[in-house]
């Protein structure tokens, strides 16, 4: 398809290479060597973490685990539609294809991100290899505005389609037809929350609590807290001797760490405004907490309609429980990642599975909320986008 | 309790900040008390803020509503049926409009107000006025936006009130020239909207051989900057090129917001805008909401002594500035002078969920 406003940064007209088994060699090779291309990258740090994704002892160990134990194959054409406003996501996305066996193309951000320009860099100049030339053909990167026709031709090629980028996003592409074969991942809006133990947080040496406030810091302001996986809610365990010293000591910590924290004038007022809104619905803030425009915490009386309650920029909603269980009741198919601290992992598994819970699909400590894995929002996306051979 | 009167018939820049401040703390606190007990998203947020109205507070301590409130709700501090007039912001087509509501009190306060502190500049008597402007804004009454507001409010303070331009926003010089001819030698108001003069007016005479005797015209103008730093013209170059098309050298700005219409502050002949007995400003750190000093740029607070009707006497607005001095401007006006750099440059959020943005 030729069209003034589809550009390629990769490849040309839509890939065509015969599928190939998951982790293939050629593939886990490939991204190998972007991983080294890509590592000199010191001043993107998400181009970094990428590359350090990509590295040979990590894909090596995800395919020891992936296993041998079934026969299977890529489905053949993936095509990927990656959000805008996280610069390195598309990458990800492109390695998920590649890994289970995929031709891919992947529509990058509108937005002219530097990484997107790196990363496509990297891959042409690999692709110019001769060890590489069977990848040849099976890579597009596309960029182009909103538009149905090229996201339909696309879509009508494809055997796979993974759309990412909320709620609005994936109703529009599903307007779009897939083969009646293809599948689809989505990955929609999603509404993520912590639970810290308050009096485990008392325990900790000073510095200690600074690794721990710096780790919240990477989950939320990082992304200025818009990403599925940040948190807007925390959940204070207090147990009976319950005391808010853990939570403020918390606080202030986390203030220590987000000084570095570019708060932009409009974002301040974005968050003002914001807080003033909540403030006049009817939500039952008990009280309301301001650290400067850093940190604001609204102390939540009941946990009612919460998930619709999303903090930006560092606004962050609070309740205290006796027992992580008082959460079980809120808890709906949209709740993601649980970041967690001072609460042991068998007691959280036991939380979902005993509450029989239709949400949460990642429990990592906190720290690793943004931390993307081949297992996301409840998929295996390698097996999603990989066919079984019955034999 | 404070009352609209007390500083109605007192000279606009005649107070020095310090007798000023003793007034304001007083009047916030009654116009807050006065809000508070009759808007109830008002309340919510006051006490939501951990504002405690009943101790003593000093100007700088009074909460503020973020100026994007005022889009997203309807703020009253009066029963709906004492409503006379809500005006809009003016918004491009889909963007929310700010909507304030009018009494009749607070309306007859902007009118009393907008006259102390125009006839400052002015003089008292009315003067023969040039509107560049089109009479077709004026046509639907209901709704008031930012620019019909503007133009009406001023209007009051001319007389022989004429429209420069046309339907087509086109210069209408057989107009203009007839209402040259019939005020010879008078002193004349030009009012407008600072881009529909740069585009409709100067630019036009600019390219046209015509050439328009203002030599003794008053220009007025307001409205914001943004299309024009685009085109970088500031406050100097503005006033240089109408000189060169009509001769007109008396020309001030005025920085207002339809959200606090009637306390405008006026620039003055040094080039610095002012407070005046109606209002004050205070420049903020986004960081904090922690005050500027003096000549440090921050957010841009207004505070308004005339609504009544609705909650906004004291604004946070979405404009960067600085304070200039207090009680010290050159053109002897007392109380604190300002410059406003212009709105908050936008800046994108990250996050994950925009994919197949809108166009």
Same mark, same amino acid.
């Given at each position: 398809?030729?069209?003034?406003?589809?550009?390629?940064?990769?490849?040309?007209?839509?890939?065509?290479?015969?599928?190939?088994?998951?982790?293939?060699?050629?593939?886990?090779?490939?991204?190998?060597?972007?991983?080294?291309?890509?590592?000199?990258?010191?001043?993107?740090?998400?181009?970094?973490?990428?590359?350090?994704?990509?590295?040979?002892?990590?894909?090596?160990?995800?395919?020891?685990?992936?296993?041998?134990?079934?026969?299977?194959?890529?489905?053949?054409?993936?095509?990927?539609?990656?959000?805008?406003?996280?610069?390195?996501?598309?990458?990800?996305?492109?390695?998920?294809?590649?890994?289970?066996?995929?031709?891919?193309?992947?529509?990058?951000?509108?937005?002219?991100?530097?990484?997107?320009?790196?990363?496509?860099?990297?891959?042409?100049?690999?692709?110019?290899?001769?060890?590489?030339?069977?990848?040849?053909?099976?890579?597009?990167?596309?960029?182009?505005?909103?538009?149905?026709?090229?996201?339909?031709?696309?879509?009508?090629?494809?055997?796979?389609?993974?759309?990412?980028?909320?709620?609005?996003?994936?109703?529009?592409?599903?307007?779009?037809?897939?083969?009646?074969?293809?599948?689809?991942? *989505?990955?929609?809006? @999603?509404?993520? !929350?912590?639970?810290?133990? =308050?009096?485990?947080?008392? &325990?900790?040496?000073? +510095?200690? #609590?600074?690794?721990?406030?710096?780790?919240?810091?990477?989950?939320?302001?990082?992304?200025?807290?818009?990403?599925?996986?940040?948190?807007?809610?925390?959940?204070?365990?207090?147990?009976?001797?319950? *005391?808010?010293?853990? @939570?403020?000591? !918390?606080?202030?910590?986390? =203030?220590?760490?987000?000084? &570095?924290?570019?708060? +932009?004038? #409009?974002?301040?007022?974005?968050?003002?405004?914001?807080?003033?809104?909540?403030?006049?619905?009817?939500?039952?803030?008990?009280?309301?907490?301001?650290?400067?425009?850093?940190?604001?915490?609204?102390?939540?009386?009941?946990?009612?309609?919460?998930?619709?309650?999303?903090?930006?920029?560092?606004?962050?909603?609070?309740?205290? +429980?006796?027992?992580?269980?008082?959460?079980?009741?809120?808890?709906?198919?949209?709740?993601?990642?649980?970041?967690?601290?001072?609460?042991?992992?068998?007691?959280?598994?036991?939380?979902?599975?005993?509450?029989?819970?239709?949400?949460?699909?990642?429990?990592?400590?906190?720290?690793?909320?943004?931390?993307?894995?081949?297992?996301?929002?409840?998929?295996?996306?390698?097996?999603?986008?990989?066919?079984?051979?019955?034999? | 309790?404070?009352?609209?009167?007390?500083?109605?018939?007192?000279?606009?820049?005649?107070?020095?900040?310090?007798?000023?401040?003793?007034?304001?703390?007083?009047?916030?606190?009654?116009?807050?008390?006065?809000?508070?007990?009759?808007?109830?998203?008002?309340?919510?947020?006051?006490?939501?803020?951990?504002?405690?109205?009943?101790?003593?507070?000093?100007?700088?301590?009074?909460?503020?509503?973020?100026?994007?409130?005022?889009?997203?709700?309807?703020?009253?501090?009066?029963?709906?049926?004492?409503?006379?007039?809500?005006?809009?912001?003016?918004?491009?087509?889909?963007?929310?409009?700010?909507?304030?509501?009018?009494?009749?009190?607070?309306?007859?306060?902007?009118?009393?107000?907008?006259?102390?502190?125009?006839?400052?500049?002015?003089?008292?008597?009315?003067?023969?006025?040039?509107?560049?402007?089109?009479?077709?804004?004026?046509?639907?009454?209901?709704?008031?936006?930012?620019?019909?507001?503007?133009?009406?409010?001023?209007?009051?303070?001319?007389?022989?009130?004429?429209?420069?331009?046309?339907?087509?926003?086109?210069?209408?010089?057989?107009?203009?020239?007839?209402?040259?001819?019939?005020?010879?030698?008078?002193?004349?108001?030009?009012?407008?909207?600072?881009?529909?003069?740069?585009?409709?007016?100067?630019?036009?005479?600019?390219?046209?051989?015509?050439?328009?005797?203002?030599?003794?015209?008053?220009?007025?103008?307001?409205?914001?900057?943004?299309?024009?730093?685009?085109?970088?013209?500031?406050?100097?170059?503005?006033?240089?090129?109408?000189?060169?098309?009509?001769?007109?050298?008396?020309?001030?700005?005025?920085?207002?917001?339809?959200?606090?219409?009637?306390?405008?502050?006026?620039?003055?002949?040094?080039?610095?805008?002012?407070?005046?007995?109606?209002?004050?400003?205070?420049?903020?750190?986004?960081?904090?909401?922690?005050?500027?000093?003096?000549?440090?740029?921050?957010?841009?607070?207004?505070?308004?002594?005339?609504?009544?009707?609705?909650?906004?006497?004291?604004?946070?607005?979405?404009?960067?500035?600085?304070?200039?001095?207090?009680?010290?401007?050159?053109?002897?006006?007392?109380?604190?002078?300002?410059?406003?750099?212009?709105?908050?440059?936008?800046?994108?959020?990250?996050?994950?969920?925009?994919?197949?943005?809108?166009?």
């Amino acid at each position: 398809m030729k069209k003034d406003n589809l550009f390629y940064l990769v490849g040309e007209g839509v890939p065509n290479r015969r599928p190939t088994r998951p982790y293939s060699d050629t593939a886990c090779s490939f991204l190998a060597a972007m991983s080294e291309l890509l590592l000199t990258h010191r001043e993107f740090p998400d181009v970094v973490s990428f590359a350090f994704f990509c590295r040979r002892a990590n894909i090596t160990r995800l395919k020891a685990e992936f296993g041998s134990s079934e026969v299977r194959l890529g489905r053949g054409l993936a095509f990927h539609i990656t959000p805008s406003n996280i610069p390195i996501n598309f990458a990800f996305s492109l390695v998920y294809g590649m890994l289970s066996g995929n031709s891919n193309v992947v529509r990058v951000p509108t937005k002219l991100w530097p990484q997107v320009d790196i990363v496509c860099g990297a891959i042409n100049s690999l692709l110019e290899r001769p060890e590489f030339s069977e990848l040849d053909g099976g890579i597009a990167m596309v960029r182009y505005e909103r538009d149905d026709e090229v996201t339909r031709h696309f879509s009508e090629r494809c055997d796979a389609r993974v759309v990412w980028g909320g709620d609005e996003t994936v109703r529009a592409i599903r307007c779009i037809p897939i083969p009646p074969r293809a599948i689809e991942i *989505s990955f929609a809006d @999603r509404y993520s !929350f912590c639970v810290i133990d =308050e009096d485990a947080i008392m &325990k900790l040496s000073d +510095a200690a #609590i600074a690794r721990v406030a710096d780790g919240f810091y990477n989950d939320t302001y990082l992304v200025d807290q818009n990403a599925c996986s940040s948190p807007s809610l925390i959940v204070w365990l207090g147990g009976a001797r319950r *005391s808010p010293e853990g @939570r403020e000591r !918390f606080w202030r910590s986390v =203030e220590q760490s987000a000084r &570095k924290y570019d708060l +932009a004038p #409009i974002h301040a007022m974005d968050k003002y405004s914001m807080l003033c809104d909540f403030l006049t619905q009817d939500l039952g803030v008990e009280s309301v907490a301001r650290h400067g425009n850093l940190i604001y915490r609204l102390k939540l009386a009941s946990l009612n309609d919460v998930e619709n309650l999303r903090g930006k920029f560092g606004v962050f909603f609070e309740y205290e +429980a006796d027992d992580i269980g008082e959460i079980a009741p809120h808890v709906t198919s949209k709740w993601q990642t649980l970041t967690y601290f001072g609460v042991e992992k068998d007691t959280l598994a036991r939380f979902v599975t005993d509450n029989s819970l239709t949400g949460i699909d990642r429990m990592v400590p906190i720290g690793s909320a943004l931390d993307i894995g081949v297992v996301w929002d409840g998929y295996d996306i390698i097996r999603t986008l990989s066919r079984v051979v019955w034999i | 309790m404070f009352q609209f009167e007390e500083i109605a018939s007192l000279p606009p820049f005649s107070l020095a900040q310090r007798d000023k401040e003793a007034l304001f703390e007083r009047a916030m606190t009654d116009l807050t008390l006065h809000h508070l007990e009759r808007c109830m998203d008002y309340k919510k947020i006051v006490q939501g803020l951990g504002f405690d109205p009943k101790s003593s507070h000093g100007v700088l301590d009074f909460p503020f509503l973020p100026v994007r409130l005022f889009k997203s709700h309807e703020l009253l501090s009066t029963d709906r049926s004492e409503i006379v007039k809500t005006m809009t912001s003016s918004g491009t087509t889909g963007q929310r409009v700010s909507k304030i509501f009018l009494d009749r009190e607070t309306s007859a306060r902007q009118t009393k107000a907008l006259a102390r502190i125009a006839s400052d500049f002015l003089g008292g008597r009315r003067m023969p006025m040039l509107v560049i402007d089109s009479s077709d804004l004026l046509k639907n009454r209901s709704m008031f936006s930012a620019r019909g507001a503007g133009i009406l409010g001023f209007s009051m303070l001319g007389r022989d009130v004429t429209y420069a331009l046309d339907g087509e926003m086109k210069l209408n010089f057989d107009a203009v020239e007839d209402f040259l001819d019939r005020h010879r030698d008078e002193n004349i108001l030009l009012f407008g909207f600072t881009f529909m003069i740069w585009e409709h007016f100067y630019k036009t005479l600019a390219k046209s051989a015509r050439r328009l005797p203002i030599e003794n015209g008053i220009v007025i103008h307001g409205g914001g900057w943004k299309k024009m730093r685009d085109e970088a013209v500031d406050s100097a170059s503005f006033r240089e090129a109408l000189r060169s098309v009509c001769g007109a050298s008396r020309v001030h700005n005025y920085y207002g917001m339809v959200e606090q219409t009637g306390s405008i502050f006026m620039e003055c002949e040094e080039g610095r805008l002012h407070c005046s007995i109606f209002s004050d400003v205070i420049v903020r750190n986004h960081m904090d909401f922690s005050p500027c000093r003096t000549g440090e740029d921050g957010l841009i607070q207004v505070i308004s002594l005339l609504p009544g009707s609705y909650p906004g006497h004291s604004i946070l607005t979405e404009d960067t500035g600085c304070i200039t001095g207090i009680d010290d401007c050159p053109c002897g006006r007392l109380g604190r002078t300002f410059t406003v750099r212009g709105r908050i440059a936008q800046a994108e959020a990250r996050g994950c969920s925009d994919t197949y943005e809108k166009r």
